[in-house]
């Protein structure tokens, strides 16, 4: 592990997301909370939570530190407001024949922590577990289901200063 005894205690705050792309019946079991092993998003909030709690113990070199919050969110990629909609109906009012894309669902966890070190793998793991949750709930209804990309979304704090991704950029 690295040495982290002569670094400072900061406050330290990291974001992260997974996606998860299912079909529409698998999606609409998420959106009414009926699959058959219960609400997903309820269970998969849960499931984050405690796998950024877990995660010194999944990745060997990782410090074990105090998550001193966890949150868990859920979005749809594909919804847009009414207005936004209109919007677009307006400008391009011929219907397209383009594919629609599966429904994907982003989940995304922030953690914080007052340490020596980053929280960001906590906040990875967390995401990564969520989707996990969410495939493991739906298995039966969609085996084709696909989750990523999970990625590191923002950070604050430590010596590395801030970190916030550019959408569409994977630097």
Known sequence: MVDVSAKSVTKRIATASSRISMNAQAAELVRQGTSRKGDVLAVARLAAIAATKWTPHLIPLCHAIPIESAEVDFEWADEQ???????????????????????????????????????????????????????????????????????????????????????????
């Not at 894309?101 to 020596?116: D, E, F, M, N, Y």
């Open 81 to 171: 407001t009414a207005d936004e909609q209109t919007a677009k109906e307006t400008e391009s009012p011929q219907p397209t024949s383009q594919p629609t894309s599966p429904p994907q669902l982003i989940c995304r966890v922030t953690c914080a922590t007052s340490g020596k070190t980053g929280i960001e793998m906590e906040a990875l793991t967390g995401a990564s577990v969520a989707a996990l949750t969410v495939y493991d709930m739906l298995k039966s209804v969609d085996r084709a289901m696909q989750i990523g990309p999970t990625q590191l979304e923002g950070k604050e704090g430590g010596q590395s200063g801030t970190f916030v991704r550019n959408p569409g950029t994977h630097s």
